[in-house]
């Protein structure tokens, strides 16, 4: 059977700060990641994955029974490489078939190789797989195709309502597992999926009239909440009293409360509290200070602007939220700007407006920011993750260290005296205490 080969091009950059601590086919869009669709094309139970090198190890953790980054496993073997940029609907790719490669507007989406024509372009490192498959295309056949490749986070969540419709039907589950308390209301109950040990109490309503909501195992539902879909929580996940709109994917083992629409929690965040998240997405272990509220819509009803790799990017798009990286926490009264970026490992307080972009690693708020302590930032990290009873392991602790000397320059030039895009407060950046 020909193998399937997930791999990263050059643009997984765009999806920085999610995409700083994990491969960018790791991400969430609907009720599964880019990685678990992809997945469908093979029933193979081992995949190979390639990443950026510093993600190899933290990915092999994740994903113990596949190969990681492992080119020597690919010799003598017929191959199917896919970009993990891949968003796939009910579309398929078929995993057997004539060599050939799929490209859109230039972009590799995924090469089909026999062993052969594979050895002629063979890679020297785990990193050059996408420059490998571009000199395949002078072996095999070029087709042009009509498939979804994301090129920028705010494309997660613009496609999220369409992502959990789809993983609903192609998943194949609906019914109720679970408990449904007398006082609770189910509109359109054939769209509701509750897993096995969920709960749903009184005076909480589940609104699948708009589309398909999908409840994970021992997830619990406490009034006063409203879920309307299409909507995805994630197992183990608490939501207290919330308004959670369509469009939302609230992914395993979170904390939520207030009002909540058009968003993506990856996972193991809590937002406990009142406040408005809006398209936008939360990354790993992020906490929501109590009335942490995005902007997403200008008062203009412009298109929203976003910091990328040290640049503003237009979206094109009216609404357009907050991105948030790993192990970043807000305190109480945060106000995030319409398309603002927070880094991987920020602290965030003192409430009140900050800029719309915060490097990695920062503390401070409206005031002006320092540099977090490394030190401190990783001692945080392992107190938060022992609360949900996960031990930090070596590789997740060295993979925030690679984190932060990555981001190095992004604090350097954000925080420099004079620069032109400091905080309006900050004009030096030092360590913090």
Known sequence: MRALCLFEDKKAENFHPLSLTRPVYELRCGITTLREKLCRISNEKRIHLFCRAYLSEVTSQRSPKDEVNNLRSLRDRDLLFVNGRLLLFD???????????????????????????????????PEEIEEALLRARKFVRVKEVKLLLLEYPWDLVNYNSQAIESDFKLIGRAGIKGRVDKGAHLLNPSQIYLGEGARIEAGVVLNAEEGPIYIGERARIRPPTIIDGPGYIGRETIVDGAKIRGGCSIGPVCRVAGE??????????????????????IGEWVNLGALTTTSDLKNTYGNV?????????????????????????????TLLSTGCVIGVG??????????????????GGEEGFIENRLDKALEVSRTV??????????????????????????RSYRYRPNSSTASKNASTFSQGT
């Not at 060599?99 to 230039?106: P, Q």
Request: hydrophobic residues 30%; proline residues 2%.
């Open 385 to 410: 993750m022992a609360r949900r009873n996960i031990r930090q392991t070596d590789v997740q602790r060295n993979l925030l260290r690679k984190v932060y000397e990555l981001t190095r320059e992004e």
């Open 91 to 125: 579309e398929e790719i078929k995993l057997e078939g004539e060599e050939e490669v799929g490209v859109c507007a230039e972009n590799i989406v995924y090469a089909r190789l026999n062993k052969k024509t594979f050895e002629k372009v063979f890679p020297a490192q």
């Open 346 to 363: 920020s602290n965030v307080f003192g409430g009140g407006s900050i800029p719309q972009f915060v490097p990695s690693f920062s503390w």
């Open 305 to 333: 602007k976003v910091y990328l790799k040290g640049k503003k990017i237009d979206t094109g798009e009216m609404k357009v939220g907050s991105f948030i990286g790993d192990h970043t926490k807000t305190g109480i009264g």
């Open 260 to 281: 909540i629409e058009q968003s993506i929690f990856h996972a193991y965040s809590n937002k406990h509290h009142d406040g408005f998240i809006g398209h936008s997405y």
